[in-house]
Protein backbone atom coordinates (compact mmCIF):
# COMPACT_ATOMS: atom_id res chain seq x y z
CA UNK A 1 0.00 0.00 0.00
CA UNK A 2 1.48 3.66 -1.12
CA UNK A 3 1.80 6.17 2.05
CA UNK A 4 0.52 9.86 1.90
CA UNK A 5 4.60 10.31 1.54
CA UNK A 6 5.21 8.04 -1.30
CA UNK A 7 2.50 10.15 -3.16
CA UNK A 8 3.97 13.74 -2.19
CA UNK A 9 6.97 12.54 -4.27
CA UNK A 10 4.95 12.73 -7.22
CA UNK A 11 4.36 16.11 -8.87
CA UNK A 12 1.19 17.21 -10.16
CA UNK A 13 0.41 20.05 -12.50
CA UNK A 14 -1.84 21.45 -14.79
CA UNK A 15 -1.12 21.89 -18.56
CA UNK A 16 -2.14 23.59 -21.95
CA UNK A 17 -1.70 20.94 -24.71
CA UNK A 18 -0.39 23.55 -27.34
CA UNK A 19 0.17 21.26 -30.46
CA UNK A 20 -0.44 17.26 -31.08
CA UNK A 21 1.65 15.39 -33.62
CA UNK A 22 1.93 11.98 -34.66
CA UNK A 23 4.92 9.77 -34.63
CA UNK A 24 5.39 7.74 -37.45
CA UNK A 25 8.06 5.44 -35.84
CA UNK A 26 6.07 4.35 -32.91
CA UNK A 27 5.11 0.65 -32.61
CA UNK A 28 1.74 1.93 -31.08
CA UNK A 29 -0.47 4.81 -32.23
CA UNK A 30 0.89 8.07 -29.71
CA UNK A 31 1.34 11.50 -30.09
CA UNK A 32 4.02 13.53 -29.71
CA UNK A 33 2.56 16.36 -27.19
CA UNK A 34 3.47 19.94 -26.94
CA UNK A 35 2.39 20.81 -23.34
CA UNK A 36 2.91 24.57 -20.98
CA UNK A 37 3.52 24.54 -17.62
CA UNK A 38 3.74 27.98 -17.65
CA UNK A 39 6.51 30.30 -16.01
CA UNK A 40 8.29 28.10 -13.40
CA UNK A 41 8.25 24.80 -15.56
CA UNK A 42 7.72 26.07 -19.52
CA UNK A 43 7.01 23.65 -21.88
CA UNK A 44 7.28 19.53 -22.20
CA UNK A 45 7.29 17.29 -24.81
CA UNK A 46 5.23 14.34 -23.42
CA UNK A 47 4.26 11.19 -25.93
CA UNK A 48 0.70 9.96 -25.34
CA UNK A 49 -0.68 6.72 -26.29
CA UNK A 50 -4.04 8.39 -27.45
CA UNK A 51 -4.19 8.68 -30.80
CA UNK A 52 -6.69 6.30 -31.71
CA UNK A 53 -9.05 7.93 -29.03
CA UNK A 54 -7.96 11.85 -29.86
CA UNK A 55 -7.68 14.01 -32.86
CA UNK A 56 -5.62 16.63 -33.07
CA UNK A 57 -8.44 19.25 -32.91
CA UNK A 58 -9.96 17.35 -30.13
CA UNK A 59 -6.32 18.47 -28.27
CA UNK A 60 -5.42 21.88 -29.00
CA UNK A 61 -5.61 24.21 -26.12
CA UNK A 62 -6.97 21.25 -23.72
CA UNK A 63 -5.97 21.44 -20.54
CA UNK A 64 -4.73 18.44 -18.89
CA UNK A 65 -3.44 16.69 -15.59
CA UNK A 66 0.35 15.48 -15.26
CA UNK A 67 2.79 14.06 -14.06
CA UNK A 68 5.89 16.42 -14.23
CA UNK A 69 8.98 14.77 -12.23
CA UNK A 70 9.22 11.23 -13.88
CA UNK A 71 12.70 10.30 -15.30
CA UNK A 72 12.39 11.11 -18.69
CA UNK A 73 11.82 7.99 -21.24
CA UNK A 74 12.96 8.01 -24.80
CA UNK A 75 9.91 6.39 -26.82
CA UNK A 76 10.51 6.22 -30.88
CA UNK A 77 13.69 8.54 -30.68
CA UNK A 78 12.13 10.54 -29.06
CA UNK A 79 12.22 11.93 -25.24
CA UNK A 80 9.56 12.09 -23.19
CA UNK A 81 9.62 14.85 -20.37
CA UNK A 82 6.02 13.20 -18.18
CA UNK A 83 2.93 11.41 -18.11
CA UNK A 84 -0.52 12.35 -19.22
CA UNK A 85 -2.93 10.74 -16.60
CA UNK A 86 -6.33 9.47 -18.07
CA UNK A 87 -9.26 6.85 -16.76
CA UNK A 88 -9.59 4.08 -19.11
CA UNK A 89 -12.40 1.17 -19.29
CA UNK A 90 -12.93 -1.05 -22.14
CA UNK A 91 -14.50 1.08 -24.29
CA UNK A 92 -12.63 4.52 -24.06
CA UNK A 93 -10.18 7.13 -22.30
CA UNK A 94 -10.94 10.44 -20.64
CA UNK A 95 -8.08 12.71 -20.31
CA UNK A 96 -8.31 13.87 -16.69
CA UNK A 97 -8.32 17.71 -16.54
CA UNK A 98 -9.71 20.32 -13.97
CA UNK A 99 -13.88 21.72 -13.87
CA UNK A 100 -12.35 25.09 -13.50
CA UNK A 101 -10.00 27.43 -15.75
CA UNK A 102 -6.78 27.01 -13.77
CA UNK A 103 -3.40 28.62 -14.99
CA UNK A 104 -0.95 26.25 -16.53
CA UNK A 105 1.29 24.93 -13.99
CA UNK A 106 -1.01 25.21 -11.43
CA UNK A 107 -0.22 22.34 -8.32
CA UNK A 108 -2.72 19.35 -8.18
CA UNK A 109 -2.84 18.50 -4.25
Known amino acids: MATIEDFAKIELRVGRILEAED ?3 ARKP ?3 LTVDFGGEIGRR ?3 AGIKDRYSK ?3 AGKKIICIVNLETKIIAGIES ?3 VL ?3 DSQ ?3 LLTTDRDVKEGSIIR
Open 57 to 59: DEL
Open 23 to 25: VEK
Open 92 to 94: SIS
Open 30 to 32: IYK
Open 86 to 88: AAE
Open 45 to 47: TIL
Open 81 to 83: QGM
